[in-house]
């Protein structure tokens, strides 16, 4: 088929998430045919440089026989059982043993969902649970950010501080309550970063003495909020956090859904910022996005209280499904054997901060780059020396990432900032292949705009 009738026969029947459709009909979508390492091709031949990991989770690059040669065997011995009828098939033992590995010492029990959605949905279910269990069933409020994302079920979207998913729908769940999101360079308003650090965490603590202690049970945060625009907080943010939650004796949940699996070029964020979470979601990295798989790991407290509560009744048909644990199984292996995230933290992370760090001087258009390891925030001000922002109606990050495809370039655009974030894998010449391309689209970007 063309391009033209790929398009024509995707706007007929296909209803796309998170887009805009009338976009869609007037634009056509981009077909996208083929993957290999850190490069797509479109049906046109052309060749792109993926700068978003699909979204935000092919950690291993593409065209991994390896990981199809898994899956295909996996398929023929058993390509489905239940988790549910007291039994396990080997993939889903052994990823959980090998999930205990590479998770930081204290967690050591995983329950698979098939997203970070479902994961999330159903560690909203098991604090409430755990609050029971521990005989404080009032404490039931959770705390998330603004610009959280914690995924779109209805749990998910009430958890996440997205103002624009709320408006699909309304009335969302009550006893979830938000804080600011730690963002210095939106927020900083002349204090140090050390001083915001503490500033923002100790929002926490406000909100949780508003509410009453005794009716809040967890605090869930992306280690690096990812879809909210890449926010890293300052170095002594997390650890505020930790000593506030063990303070009120509240949960501490990390959606390590984008950070964990080397994106920061540790295992984990919370290896990053050094804490310890009760509960961590994981997804995306953990298949690198092969198959569709998602786990919730618990600290040994939290699982004794699950563990002795009776019937655990909540799961998913396909929980653990056998191919699934199998590829992700194969792909912690690949990460391990090819010591992957030893090189994004040796090589990989110092060349793409410092090329980041020489575009943000060469270009007037960055009001600053910001985020940690292969994960970055490039944020577009109209006049960054004023701090003025571009208005919502110019679209600037969308005419960004509209040129920057046309150079053969995926960025995404977040309101006003492009976030990019690699596969694990992108090699030097990658990066610079990165770097040039971001820069010729943000210098086409500042003439649209008369910069
Ligand atoms: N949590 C975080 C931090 C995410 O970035 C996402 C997705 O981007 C989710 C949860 C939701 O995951 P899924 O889209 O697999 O449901």
Redesign the pocket.
């Known amino acids: 088929k063309t391009t033209e009738e790929w398009q024509a026969l995707d706007a007929a029947h296909h209803v796309h998430p998170f887009c805009d459709h009338k976009s869609l009909k007037e634009n056509g979508v981009k077909v996208i045919v083929k993957g290999e390492g850190s490069h797509l091709w479109d049906s046109d031949g052309n060749k792109i440089l993926d700068g978003m990991a699909g ?2 989770c092919v950690n291993v690059g593409y065209g991994r026989k390896d990981l199809t040669e898994v899956a295909a065997r996996q398929m023929d011995e058993l390509p489905y059982y239940n988790t549910f009828f007291q039994c396990s098939s080997p993939p889903q033992i052994e990823l959980a043993n090998k999930l205990s590995e590479v998770t930081p010492e204290h967690i050591n029990h995983f329950f698979y969902a098939n ?4 994961a ?1 949905d159903s560690i909203i279910k098991f604090i409430r649970l755990y609050w029971d269990q521990k005989g404080k069933p009032e404490k039931r409020t959770i705390i998330g950010r603004n610009l959280g ?4 079920t209805i749990a ?1 979207t009430s958890l996440s501080g997205m103002g624009a998913m709320k408006k699909l729908g309304g009335n969302y769940l009550p006893e979830f309550e938000h804080i600011l999101e730690p963002h210095y360079y939106m927020h900083g308003n002349g204090m140090t970063e050390e001083e915001f650090g503490l500033y923002a965490a100790n929002q926490l603590e406000e909100k949780i003495l508003e509410i009453g202690a005794d009716k809040v049970g967890a605090f869930f945060g ?1 280690p690096v909020q ?2 909210g625009g890449v926010i890293d907080p300052p170095a002594n943010y997390w650890p505020r956090i930790q000593e506030i939650c063990t303070k009120y004796n509240i949960l501490l949940v990390c ?1 390590e ?2 950070c964990g699996f080397g994106r920061l070029g540790t295992w984990f964020g919370q290896n990053f910022y050094g804490i310890k979470p009760d509960i961590m ?1 994981m ?2 990295g953990l298949s690198s996005g092969y198959m569709p798989i ?1 786990a919730i790991g618990f600290s040994d407290d939290v699982y004794e209280a699950l563990h002795y509560s009776g019937v655990l009744a909540n799961g998913y048909t396909y929980s653990g499904h056998p191919v699934s644990c199998a590829v992700a199984l194969k792909n912690i292996q690949i990460l391990q054997d090819e010591k992957i995230i030893d090189r994004v933290a040796s090589e990989a992370v110092p060349a793409f901060r410092e090329g980041l760090k020489s575009l943000s001087k060469n270009h007037s258009i960055i009001g600053e780059v910001r985020g940690q390891g292969l994960l970055a925030g490039i944020q577009l001000m109209k006049n960054a020396a004023d701090k003025v922002q571009f208005e919502v109606e110019e679209q600037a990050a969308n005419i960004c990432r509209d040129i920057a495809i046309k150079h053969g370039l995926i960025m995404r655009a977040v309101d006003r900032t492009m976030v990019v974030c690699p596969p694990l894998v992108i090699t030097p010449s990658e990066i610079t292949e990165f770097l040039e391309k971001a820069d010729a689209a943000l210098t086409e970007t500042e003439a649209y705009f008369g910069l």
């Open positions: 979204l935000w997203s970070g959605s479902e999330n994302y914690h995924g779109s998910a992306e990812g879809a959606d859904v984008i979601t997804a995306k998602s």
